[in-house]
């Protein structure tokens, strides 16, 4: 079984985390597994999202399952308050050098950069904020590319990105068959030309 634990924080962005939930969620059934996708959030209670989604996780930092893929969404929250938190940012580090993969979506690869997972690594980001993370230093901005891959980091734009990205992940722990298995019972077609052929591999693996 393959446990995804999905950090979730105010003002996170819902659908860097509601779109690749939903992958993981759809291959979790399709391989006959429950329980293994985890909204995780640093205390209990309420988390209330970017667009007015309010979310409870299913753990917290301190009693969650031990996780193969840590996904860490984007949004106001990310980059304006979670990177100045040393619990969360310590935590990240911590599970980050636990995991398989770790999977940044949007923004989200600001928090992986100050909790230490990005750095020195090639990383896509939120269009809009590509200029701001490259000022930071000590890590590579790849431009006009949907999603990156830089060892065990994943990263992605948002929204259909995402979806995608998420779907790569999928392909490299249980096989591209299964991807495409995942992408029929979703009804969702990959923006990604890769992903609709034999190898999900992106250029700059």
């Avoid at 105010?10 to 969620?25: K, S, T």
């Avoid at 597994?33 to 970017?50: N, R």
């Avoid at 990263?155 to 979806?163: H, I, K, P, V, Y």
Wanted: net charge negative.
């Amino acid at each position: 079984m393959t446990t995804y634990g999905l950090l979730l924080f105010d003002h996170a962005e819902e659908l860097d985390f509601v779109g690749p939930r939903e992958v993981f969620h759809v291959s979790e059934q399709l391989r006959g597994d429950s329980g293994s996708v985890a909204l995780i959030a640093e205390y209990p209670g309420l988390v209330h999202c970017a667009k007015g989604l309010q979310v409870l996780a299913d753990h917290t930092f301190g009693d969650h399952p031990p996780l193969d893929v840590l996904v860490v969404p984007g949004g106001w929250g990310a980059r304006h308050v979670q990177v100045h938190k040393p619990h969360v940012t310590d935590w990240i580090a911590k599970i980050a050098s636990r995991v398989d993969w770790v999977h940044g979506i949007r923004t989200g690869t600001f928090l992986l950069h100050t909790a230490g997972p990005a750095r020195g690594r090639r990383v896509v980001t939120d269009a809009a904020f590509e200029d701001e993370l490259e000022a930071h230093g000590d890590v590579t901005v790849m431009r006009d590319e949907p999603y990156a891959v830089d060892g065990n980091l994943l990263t992605s734009r948002g929204l259909s990105a995402a979806l995608d990205s998420a779907l790569w992940l999928v392909s490299r722990l249980h096989g591209i068959d299964h991807a495409h298995d995942v992408c029929s019972a979703m009804d969702y077609k990959p923006r990604v030309p890769s992903l609709g052929g034999g190898d999900l591999a992106r250029p700059n693996h």
